[in-house]
C-alpha cells in the first residue's frame, strides 16, 4: 500500500490499557522518523468490545493470568516504570472525555495529556479515574484544574462519537493505529507500522 506522506497516524487506545503506555514511545519515534505526527483517539475499550460481540479477556482465567504476567514483561522489554500491582479494569472514561473537551479548546496540549495521564497510572500508580485525580493533571499541564468538570462535559459527546467511529473504522482493541488506511492492533505491531511507511517511502 503506497503511503500518502502526510496523512496522521491515527492512535485508537483505552487509557485502561496498559499496551497503550507500551507503545507510544516506539509510535513517536517511529512517526518523528516517516514525517507523521500522531492523531490520538481515546476510546472505552468495552464499548467498542460490546459493538463487535467480542468477551472481555479479563473475563477469561487463562488470558486474565497471561495478561498480567505479559504486562510486567512488556513494561521489561519497554524500558518503562510499571506501578505493581497494576489495579485493572478500571472506568476510564473521564479521562477520556477530558481529553477530548481539552483537545478541542488546546490541541497542543493533547500529546503532553496522554502522556501524563498513562504515566501518571501506570508508571506511578496514581489514580486517574476521578475528578481530582484529574485536576492535578490539568494543574501540570498548566491548566487551570477548575475547568475539568467542564472539559469532561465537553468532551462527552466527542468521545460517544469516537466510539462509534473507532466501531466502523474496525478497531478490535487498544492500542490500533491506522496507517493510510490499514489497522495494526497490538504493541508488537511497531516493526510492522515502520516497515508499512518505510516501503510506501519508496
Do not use: N
Not at 115 to 124: K, N
Not at 155 to 172: T, Y
Not at 189 to 201: F, M, N, T, V
Amino acid at each position: 500500500m503506497a503511503s500518502s506522506g502526510s496523512e496522521p497516524i491515527r492512535y485508537w487506545f483505552d487509557f485502561a490499557s496498559p499496551y497503550a503506555y507500551f507503545a507510544v514511545p516506539g509510535l513517536q519515534e517511529i512517526a518523528r522518523r516517516h514525517g507523521r505526527r500522531i492523531e490520538y483517539r481515546p476510546l472505552l475499550l468495552f464499548a467498542v468490545f460490546r459493538a463487535h460481540g467480542i468477551a472481555a479477556p479479563l473475563d477469561v482465567p487463562a488470558r486474565k493470568r497471561y495478561f498480567f504476567e505479559d504486562i510486567a514483561r512488556s513494561a521489561a522489554f519497554a524500558g518503562l516504570p510499571l506501578a505493581e500491582p497494576v489495579k485493572i479494569p478500571f472506568a476510564s472514561h473521564l479521562a477520556a472525555r477530558l481529553f477530548y473537551g481539552l483537545s478541542a479548546e488546546q490541541p497542543d496540549l493533547a500529546e503532553a495529556y496522554v502522556h501524563a495521564v498513562l504515566s501518571r497510572f501506570f508508571g506511578q500508580g496514581e489514580d486517574i479515574a476521578s475528578v481530582p485525580a484529574l485536576q492535578a493533571v490539568l494543574a501540570g499541564l498548566g491548566v487551570d484544574p477548575a475547568r475539568a468538570e467542564a472539559l469532561i462535559a465537553a468532551g462527552r459527546d466527542r468521545l460517544s462519537a469516537s466510539v462509534e467511529e473507532a466501531v466502523a473504522e474496525g478497531v478490535i482493541g487498544s492500542p490500533y493505529a491506522v496507517v493510510d488506511g490499514e489497522g495494526f492492533f497490538g504493541a508488537d505491531r511497531l516493526p510492522q507500522i515502520a516497515w508499512r511507511l518505510a516501503r510506501g517511502e519508496r
